[in-house]
């Protein structure tokens, strides 16, 4: 059973970056596909990152291209998402995700995919 804890969220300024972290026990995470996805009160889990198992392939939420980047750091078991230009209406709590198998690149961006998931660590986006 792969137990995944994300941390790194906080309250930052508009405008500001943070960067969440992900660490994977009892599996290498170059063995499991990762994302993170994030969800305000009452709507469903949004994709924000991916990235691909083996060959490192990133995945991006077109809306999120640019200010969202995922990274990895094989040697910790981490996986990681810098969230710059960070803005109020992003104050959701996000998740890690990993998971097994080859899904489509479409279906890297669907929760379903995952298996496994974090506790969730929320940002809070205000002045």
């Known amino acids: 059973q792969v137990q995944l804890e994300d941390s790194g969220g906080g309250l930052v300024q508009p405008g500001g970056s943070l960067r969440l972290s992900c660490a994977a026990s009892e599996r290498s995470f170059s063995t499991l596909n990762m994302a993170w996805f994030r969800q305000s009160p009452g709507k469903e889990r949004e994709f924000a990152a991916a990235?691909?198992?083996?060959?490192?392939?990133?995945y991006y939420s077109e809306s999120l291209k640019g200010r969202f980047t995922p990274s990895k750091d094989d040697t910790k078991n981490a996986r990681y998402v810098q969230m710059n230009s960070l803005k109020p209406e992003e104050t959701v709590i996000y998740y890690c995700?990993?998971?097994?198998?080859?899904?489509?690149?479409?279906?890297?961006?669907?929760?379903?995919?995952?298996?496994?998931w974090g506790q969730g660590t929320q940002v809070t986006v205000s002045s």
């Open positions: 990235l691909r198992r083996m060959n490192g392939a990133t």
């Open positions: 995700a990993a998971g097994t198998g080859s899904p489509s690149s479409l279906y890297m961006r669907f929760p379903v995919t995952y298996e496994y």
